[in-house]
């Protein structure tokens, strides 16, 4: 069992940054590959970031490479997600999320612990 908490989120203007953290409980974080995603109102959740249980492998959704930052502590049992330059579009909740060997970890599907969520909004 893995409980998940997000932090860091508020409002930012275009242009800023933004630091999330998600603090897992349990003695097996290290194990869990990590991913985070967002929820815009009236729209599907979606893939922002993605890091296996390692570290050593990344994943970004085309529209936050190069922006945003994923890393993982696993001593501390913390991911972060930097998030740099932010739009306008940036806006939703965003959502942490643990799963053991995912194999697509760019879907939410083989996730299967959930964080509450932390609101992003980013003004224009």
């Known amino acids: 069992q893995v409980q998940l908490v997000e932090s860091g989120g508020g409002l930012v203007q275009a242009g800023g940054s933004l630091r999330l953290s998600c603090a897992a409980s349990?003695?097996?974080?290290?194990?869990?590959?990590m991913g985070w995603f967002r929820q815009a109102p009236g729209k599907e959740r979606e893939f922002v970031a993605a890091?296996?249980?390692?570290?050593?492998?990344?994943y970004y959704a085309d529209s936050v490479k190069g922006r945003f930052t994923i890393s993982r502590d696993n001593a501390k049992n913390r991911v972060n997600l930097e998030m740099n330059s932010l739009k306008p579009e940036d806006t939703a909740v965003y959502y942490c999320?643990?799963?053991?060997?995912?194999?697509?970890?760019?879907?939410?599907?083989?996730?299967?612990?959930w964080g509450q969520g932390t609101q992003v909004t980013v003004s224009s």
């Open positions: 999320a643990a799963g053991l060997n995912t194999v697509a970890p760019t879907t939410p599907h083989p996730y299967d612990y």
């Open positions: 890091i296996r249980w390692s570290g050593r492998r990344t």
């Open positions: 349990g003695r097996t974080f290290g194990s869990y590959d």
